[in-house]
C-alpha cells in the first residue's frame, strides 16, 4: 500500500503565495512519476502539474503556467508545488498523486493522498 501525506495547505490572500507538499514514506520515490491535482467544490479533479522521476521534465496546467511550479527531493522522498500569484479560482482541494509510468502517459495515476485545502480569499 503506497502512502501519500499532503502538507502546507490554508487560507491566503489573493496574490500571496503557499508551497505544498507530498511525502511518500517507503515508496521507492525516485522510479515514480508524481503529480498534482485539485478538485473545487462541485467540479471534477483537475490536473495541475507533474514531474518526471528525474526530475527534468515537467507539465503543468494552462491556468498555472507561470505561476506554479512543481519540484522533487529524492533523498527526501518528498514532491513540492510552489504556488504564486494565487487567485480566488485556485481555491481548491489540492491532491498529490504518484505511479510508475512516465510523466508522459495519458493513463489515470494509480496511488492517492488524502489532500490539502487551499482557500483564496479576494
Known amino acids: 500500500q503506497v502512502q501519500l501525506v499532503e502538507s502546507g495547505g490554508g487560507l491566503v490572500q489573493a496574490g500571496g503565495s503557499l508551497r505544498l507538499s507530498c511525502t511518500a514514506p517507503g515508496l521507492t520515490f525516485s522510479n515514480d512519476r508524481m503529480a498534482w491535482f485539485r478538485q473545487a467544490p462541485g467540479k471534477e479533479r483537475d490536473f495541475v502539474a507533474a514531474?518526471?522521476?528525474?526530475?527534468?521534465?515537467?507539465l503543468y496546467a494552462d491556468s498555472v503556467k507561470g505561476r506554479f511550479n512543481i519540484s522533487r527531493d529524492n533523498a527526501k522522498n518528498t514532491v513540492y508545488q510552489q504556488m504564486n500569484s494565487l487567485k480566488p479560482e485556485d481555491t481548491a482541494a489540492y491532491y498529490c498523486?504518484?505511479?510508475?509510468?512516465?510523466?508522459?502517459?495519458?493513463?489515470?495515476?494509480?496511488?492517492w493522498g488524502q489532500g490539502t485545502q487551499v482557500t483564496v480569499s479576494s
Open positions: 514531474i518526471s522521476r528525474s526530475g527534468v521534465s515537467t
Open positions: 498523486a504518484t505511479d510508475g509510468r512516465s510523466v508522459y502517459s495519458q493513463d489515470p495515476y494509480d496511488y
